[in-house]
Nanobody
Framework: QVPLVESGGGSVQTGDSLTLSCEASVDAFSMSAVGWFRQARGKEREFVAAISSGGSTIYADSLKDRFTVSRDNGKKTAALQMNNLLPEDTAVYYC??????????????????????WGQGTQVTVYS
């Protein structure tokens, strides 16, 4: 069973909005942080946003005014609301689950290597 499944990606115009969803089949979902990362073609994976098990959120500085991360522990889902999309937001977006409890800090949640479970990614393409 695939631990995480992302959906909601697509092709949009500059200024449009998209909401990405992440459905988890991970038993410890409610106790773990959820991170969102993206990787553009030819570039390294970068941190986008994360939400701890307790609901604390952090964002990449350049994205915090346009993106919002949320989660629903009862449904084992997380979402990334993206507004006013720009061509530079074009990338494959991944959700990840890991970092239980207090291990999820503002520093650790930004590090993709510490997450245990990953989805397959969903493509977001923004046209100018």
């Amino acid at each position: 069973q695939v631990p995480l499944v992302e959906s909601g990606g697509g092709s949009v115009q500059t200024g449009d909005s998209l909401t990405l969803s992440c459905e988890a089949s991970v038993d410890a979902f409610s106790m773990s942080a959820v991170g969102w990362f993206r990787q553009a073609r030819g570039k390294e994976r970068e941190f986008v946003a994360a939400i701890s098990s307790g609901g604390s959120t952090i964002y990449a500085d350049s994205l915090k005014d346009r993106f919002t991360v949320s989660r629903d522990n009862g449904k084992k889902t997380a979402a990334l609301q993206m507004n006013n999309l720009l061509p530079e937001d074009t990338a494959v977006y991944y959700c990840a689950v890991g970092l239980r409890g207090r291990s999820a800090t503002a520093l650790t949640m930004k590090i993709w290597k510490v997450y245990t479970f990953w989805g397959q990614g969903t493509q977001v393409t923004v046209y100018s």
